[in-house]
């Protein structure tokens, strides 16, 4: 079992950047695929980037490619998210997700079960 809490929102300019962080409690955090998922007032939740256990393999929804980066230090139980050239409509909360992979899965497909509380990104116009 992991828990994770996230950090680093907060309210920003349009073609500003943020970065968040998240923090993974436990000794098994290198066997989970991590994932940054949005969810915008009155969406569904959805992804936007992941990263394979030990940082090898990325994803990125369309949306953000380019802007964001996603990484790892397995060291320290953290994942980050830099996000740079923000768009009024990056404005969500933003939720640190924690998956294991089976076999070759597509980390886009995984199961993320594991979640933080959430931490608001605000792009104002």
């Known amino acids: 079992q992991v828990q994770l809490v996230e950090s680093g929102g907060g309210l920003v300019q349009a073609g500003g950047s943020l970065r968040l962080s998240c923090a993974a409690s436990?000794?098994?955090?290198?066997?989970?695929?991590m994932a940054w998922f949005r969810q915008a007032p009155g969406k569904e939740r959805v992804l936007v980037t992941a990263?394979?256990?030990?940082?090898?393999?990325?994803y990125y929804a369309d949306s953000v490619k380019g802007r964001f980066t996603i990484s790892r230090d397995n060291a320290k139980n953290t994942v980050n998210l830099q996000m740079n050239s923000l768009k009024p409509e990056d404005t969500a909360v933003y939720y640190c997700?924690?998956?294991?992979?089976?076999?070759?899965?597509?980390?886009?497909?995984?199961?993320?079960?594991?979640w933080g509380q959430g931490t608001q990104v605000t792009v104002s116009s």
């Open positions: 436990g000794r098994t955090f290198s066997t989970y695929a």
């Open positions: 990263i394979s256990p030990f940082g090898g393999i990325t």
């Open positions: 997700g924690a998956g294991r992979r089976i076999g070759n899965q597509e980390i886009s497909t995984l199961n993320y079960n594991y």
